[in-house]
């Protein structure tokens, strides 16, 4: 099963390049959104395993979006895409727990490469968590 | 001074002297004068005493006649009736002895028998041939009818040295009575009256006071004594008596005074020296006053003389006394005077010293002052200067004279001299016109002086000034200088150098600007970024897709190209507007400007450019963000390499200004130069010399924005090869505060 990747930008023609980018070079099922405020309903519906949002959006700021997603998933890894001048809101969202940023205007490989940093720690952290259930069925077996 | 106050006092003492003495002759003269008139007054007094001592006496004399004539008329006595003679004659003499008559006595027609009463009432009838005496001689004559006749005659019993006056009276049978019913008219012989004229006069005169003890005496008109109130002296001669008694005076005034004047029968006064009065002896001037005794009737006639005299001491006392008196009150007055202008002159000149103190206090006051506005307006480090309506210099400062003259100009280290010594350059000043020195193209112009002649306002301009090659700020105040009725006298002017704070405006206005344009620029970089970063993303995407044989690759490239310039220009731009956002990292500029080095050394090899270190170690650190540094090195390096396109010298120093507590970084070139009119645009974003797509115009903003963030300074120097053909070049300095951390800055504080 492939993984998921929620994109957030409230800017449209960036939302389809990163998807094409993303579908043309990986596997990875891309789901996009231009508005921030529907995100949580689409982290109800469905699981991602990554989350990639631009850090300037109206409605809602990308810090912002990063406190109401780890309400309802905190497992979930995001990236964060930043201009150069807001490095330190950048920093800021690293500090939040955002797994790693991108400054724009940014290369393909770039982007690709952060991605698959990312999934990388992904599966680890899910192997983790399954080992980790593994674990506690063995010790609950051992018990009964 | 002083000599003259000793001048003055001493004259003043002289004067002083001089009027006493004056006051004393003059009074000497007025007591002399004061005694004549008193003198005089006295005399006149004494005459008055004696016109009247001797109108008395002849009056007392015509009343003594007339009873004797009225005795006469009497039948009894006329026709010596043997009942009644006596008895008519006593009554009559009862009345006339109290005036001295000593007898009344009738010798009758035939001159053979005299009957007489004396005053102790003898009745006697004495005969005798008078017939042939002088008397009877003299009454018979007809002529002599009703007259009278004076012959001095002697008693018989001890009234010696007494003058006895016989007095006759021819007598008429001209009455009628019982016996005689008619006048026969004849002449009967005469009446006598035997006069004591001692007593006659001395009744009268012995009353007389003159003064305090001047008195009367009088002579008859032989000039005998018939009264003096020395006794012996009465019926002697007054003109032998006195010399007898007093050898050694000389009496002759007295005598003549006498002879001439008082037996004479004239009134006057006079002086004469005398050698007693009363119980005094010795030389004693007296004041005489005579009048004459005129007997009426006496045949022939007959004047006696009455004196009055008193010593002259009498009158010298009353005025010495008075006069003592005046003389002291004049002492006292010329004393309080003398006293008074004393204390005057003393007061007025304890005044002169107290106000000589005071104006020299005053003076000093004003010298001081005088020094001290000297001091101040020679001190000012402004142009001070004032001039009149015709716009000509009427005074100037040293500094000012040395500003406009350029000699605060120090051509070899193209800096303002900080001296505080000028030489006195002003003469060369005053008088010139202030249009020759203050440039018009500066607004500074002569319609200006007169301007505020004619208004009275004062007026500050602020105008450009150029001394040899260098450009000035100045700000001129003119203030008009007005006299007490509010007239313009002069126009004062203070010009300050302000190129320095027009500078630092310039500066701020700069740093505004770029604030304001950091905002503007990030919010822009912002919405460009987003669309550049879709372009550069799909041109990229393209990039991948397309073959680069193809001619699509070619023109994505050039787009890519552009593309990548725009994200230049926008991170410069985005990096310029940080400066607003915060970071508190701490950098070694040493370390930094290794890194910098690094990175050019190579560059400045190829470009021949020789790199020259001149680092300070144990160099402090700043507060400033390392990778922001590193950017404004950077960009200056970058700078003065363009500068230098024949290659050159870079000189990089670092050091530590422990005064001002600051850390400073110059890199000099040795390049073109900035041009002037460029200088101040260097930090405008955009502004650019390098050829379009060369440069973005944005280092220098960007530098300057980083240094302004971190509290720094950054300053400039420069000329280009026209202004100095040897030294040009630009030098950049970066001042930046220290860091000191929290314990650091306690310890200071502790």
Redesign the interface.
Known sequence: MAEKILIVDDEMDMLELLELIITDRTDYQVVTTNSPLEVPELLKKDTFDLLITDLRMPDIDGIELIEMVKQIDDQIPFIIITAYGTIESAVEAMRKGAFDYITKPFRQEQILLTIEKVMKWRRLQKENMALKAELEKIKKGSHG | MFIQTKKFILSIGLLTVALLIAGLIVGFYSLRYMKEIVSEQFNQQQLELATHAGRQLENQFLNMIQDVTILNQSPSVQYLEKVSWANRIKITLSTLQETGVLEIGRVDGSGKKCFAVTSKEEVRIVPGPYASQEPFLWSKKPEHKNRISLVPANLKNGTTGRPIMKIIIPTYLESVDDAHPVALHRYAGYIYLLLDTRYFVAEMLKEIRSGKTGYAWAIDNDGNFIYHPVPEFIGKNAFEVRGQREAKISFDQINRIQKEKMLRGVQGTSSYVSGWHRGMRGNINKLIAYAPVRLRGTSPSITWAVAVVAPATEVDEVIHAAYLWQFIMQGFIIFAIILGSLSIIGYEWQYAKTLKSEVERKTKDLQRSEEQYKKLVEGAQDIIFSADRQGRFLSLNRYGANFLRGELFDPETQESLKTRHYVDHTGKFIGKELAEFFPPNGFFHPQLIEEIWRTGRPKTIEHTFKIRANDYWLSTQLIAIKDDQGLVQEVLGISRDITEKKKIEKQMINTEKLASLGLLA?GV??EI??????????C??ML?KIPPEDKVHKVLEKIERQ?NHC?KV??NL??F??YT???DTISDINLNLGNVFSVVENNLMIKKIQLKKNLEANLPRVKADPVQLQQVFLNLITNAVAAMPKGGTLTVITRWNIYADKVEVVITDTGTGIRKEHREKIYDPFFTTKKVGEGTGLGLTVTYGIIDHYQGLIQLETKTEEEDPVNHGTSFTVILPVYHSKREAEKKGA
């Open positions: 990030a970089a912002h970024n987003n669309p550049l970063g879709v372009i550069l993303g799909y990229d995407y991948d593309g994200k926008v991170e985005l990096s507007s940080r956002e915060h970071s």
